[in-house]
């Protein structure tokens, strides 16, 4: 399900994760449970918490999204050129094309957001009378499974288009560097082995080589 987050804990992958626990949305190690979200509603912002647990959960390997702030990083992008599609082609005709003919919406990134949140919260409401982020962890997979394979219909936004969205930004804010708001304390890099924004590294790696220290970001030792 998740082949572009190889290189992230074995538990990415959703059968690997537990199931009948509720899922936590915040964990005391997560600046993100204090942040105040500039785009997205508490609720909203619940439902990252939860959803991101799901897709990239804690395991003996490494930190998961909540460690690394990952809803962070997704609240700050709303409110970026990104977040408002500033730099894309947001013109009609809209159609059902082949990916190599673009992004075919007229939404932008934090629209699909906000009504993905509400059309997936109502959803789980009708059918088991709570909204995603109150959900067992079972329960939430299933629905994050359904999303990802197009099998949920909604009214005003493409389910897949929302959870494709929902995936690659909580891979990117694991991964990112610090200074965007997510992989706190350049965790994911440490992880890795990766040195980050250092000028110069090629003298301290090779083949089955470790490199032996901490990762730089753009703005200084782990931002």
Known sequence: MFKSAALLPAAVTLTACDSGQSSPTGTPDSASRHYSPRYFSAAEFSFIHAAVARLIPSDDTGPGALE??????????????????????????????????????????????????????????????????KLSNLDQDVVLHQLDRGELEFIGVDAKTFFEFLRTNTIEGYLADPVHGGNKHAGSWKMIGFPGARADYLDFVGQNRPYPYEPIGVMGKEN
């Open 68 to 133: 690394l702030d990952v809803p962070v990083f997704i609240d700050r992008q709303m409110e970026s050129e990104f977040g408002h599609a500033a730099r894309w082609y947001m013109q009609g005709p809209f159609t059902q094309a082949a990916p190599q003919f673009g992004y075919q919406s007229r939404l932008t990134p934090r629209e699909v957001y906000r009504l993905g949140i509400a059309e997936t919260d109502t959803l789980c409401a009708a059918r088991h009378g709570n909204n995603f982020a």
